[in-house]
């Protein structure tokens, strides 16, 4: 997924898609993604929340971080 995120874009991980992710993932089956993920406003919320971290970069000795 992450692979064709770089592809695509931001909109391939919008919210508005989440559902249908989940169902692929969860083989069609929403309760059995609550009950791995938990809440299903705490699911979106990490969703939202670890987008900002996909392109961001590590500082290291051998590659510093330009911010």
Same mark, same amino acid.
């Given at each position: 997924? *992450?692979?064709?995120?770089?592809?695509?874009?931001?909109?391939e991980l919008?919210?508005?898609?989440?559902?249908? *992710? *989940?169902?692929?993932?969860?083989?069609?089956?929403? #309760?059995? #993604?609550?009950?791995? *993920? /938990?809440?299903?406003?705490?699911? /979106?919320?990490?969703?939202? /929340?670890?987008?900002?971290?996909?392109?961001?970069?590590? #500082?290291?000795?051998?590659?510093?971080?330009?911010?």
């Amino acid at each position: 997924m *992450l692979a064709h995120y770089v592809k695509e874009g931001v909109q391939e991980l919008d919210r508005e898609k989440l559902t249908r *992710l *989940l169902r692929l993932k969860y083989n069609d089956s929403l #309760a059995d #993604a609550v009950a791995d *993920l /938990g809440k299903p406003e705490e699911i /979106g919320t990490v969703f939202s /929340g670890f987008q900002k971290y996909l392109y961001q970069q590590t #500082a290291t000795p051998s590659n510093p971080a330009i911010f």
